[in-house]
């Protein structure tokens, strides 16, 4: 990870790229956190996530109200906290581009569904906790500093992006 308070572009891409599955964190009008779990259809080299997303409902409308999101990667002994902006962006060949199998379980009517929106965020800054290691090493670290009753393994880090 490097020392601590260093984090590079290339490390947040690596795990933004590594993780499929994220929590997408929104605020509704009322200033209430709400989180959804969403998988990412791509990551650029510039960090922008890409995601399908139903146009109805309150994930979209809270997004709508306030564009500024939270996107939330975690695994055993890491988690990678993404802040960044959201924008619905209407692009058939985008859509084409990032289609797959998986995407049509939940719009009925496939690429043409007239629910299917595409959402692209834009990230500003990142904020990584994480012990070394695969999910194995870091969990018995983790384990070891519970018993030894010491201080977590772990570093922390911040970059703007």
Avoid: C
Wanted: glycine share 10%.
């Amino acid at each position: 990870m490097g020392t601590k308070d260093e984090l590079s572009r290339e490390q947040v891409l690596e795990i933004m790229r590594g993780e499929q599955i994220l929590m997408l964190s929104t605020a509704t009008k009322e200033g209430k956190i709400v989180s959804h779990p969403m998988t990412a259809q791509a990551v650029d080299d510039d960090a922008v996530a890409w995601f399908f997303i139903g146009l109805q409902g309150d994930q979209a409308d809270a997004i709508r109200e306030n564009p500024q999101v939270n996107l939330a990667f975690a695994e055993t002994g890491s988690w990678l906290s993404v802040a960044g902006t959201a924008e619905f962006v209407d692009d058939r060949a985008k859509v084409e581009e990032l289609w797959d199998g998986q995407v049509s379980s939940y719009f009925d009517g496939g690429k043409d569904d007239p629910n299917l929106g595409l959402l692209k965020v834009v990230p500003e800054s990142a904020q990584f906790w994480g012990v070394e290691g695969n999910k194995t090493i870091a969990a018995v670290k983790i384990l070891a500093a519970k018993i030894r009753g010491t201080d977590g393994p772990g570093t922390s880090a911040t970059t703007e992006l």
